[in-house]
């Protein structure tokens, strides 16, 4: 008899009563009564039978189900656990397990090094060439709403620089690094006094 496939799977949980409704989840563990200190609701932390599963309650108690949604058709969209078939690189395809490099992180799962970098190259070549045809320079990277690259053109993000002076910073275009500046210009608001009855 052939297995089910993954997304099919309905695997009845004995260890856990149906009543039991606090469950959390810590990567691949499923978690019931966190932190709880009621002896007759303990803290059980479970690893599905496999990856890829975890679990929900239905009618009838608490059973182990699909997580994964590329499994379920569901591709682009952040998968909070995946099966171990589709643990593979968002580019590429390469299993994990096949992986020499740590991969990077990706909203749908991960990508595996070498195409990290290559895609981290393209994009260098093609803002370099790109500032290059337009005669990019310094000139166009003052007094700017955000801050530009003085080599490729191209805007970082620096959410965490707000201080008046001059900071250090590495483009994650090109890579090169830059000085900016950060200054603020003075605004004046001024309104008429207004005595309220009872202050004098
Ligand atoms: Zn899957
Ligand atoms: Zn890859
Ligand atoms: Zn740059």
């Known amino acids: 008899m052939m297995k089910p496939a993954l997304k099919d799977t309905k695997l009845f949980i004995p260890e856990i009563p149906k009543h039991w409704t606090d469950r959390t989840r810590s990567g691949h563990r499923n ?95 093609e803002a370099l060439a790109k500032a290059r045809e337009e005669n990019h320079s ?14 490729c053109a191209s805007v970082n993000e620096r959410e965490e620089l707000h201080e008046v002076g001059t900071h250090r910073i590495t483009c994650d275009v090109c890579d090169e690094t830059f000085n900016v500046d950060i200054e603020y210009e003075i605004r004046y608001t001024a309104t008429n006094i207004r005595e309220s009855g009872n202050a004098l």
């Open 31 to 125: 978690i019931w009564n966190h932190d709880s200190d009621d002896p007759n609701k303990p803290e059980i932390s479970l690893t599905p039978p496999e990856q890829g599963l975890y679990a929900v309650r239905f009618e009838g108690g608490w059973y182990w189900v699909c997580g994964c949604e590329v499994c379920h058709g569901n591709t682009g969209v952040y998968s909070y656990i995946v099966c171990h078939d589709h643990d593979r690189c968002v580019t590429c395809g390469t299993h994990r397990e096949d992986l020499t490099d740590a991969p990077w992180g990706r909203l749908a799962g991960f990508q595996c090094k070498p195409c990290a970098e290559k895609e981290h190259a393209d994009r260098k070549a």
């Open 138 to 151: 310094e000139i166009d990277c003052s007094y700017e709403d955000s801050i530009i690259c003085p080599t």
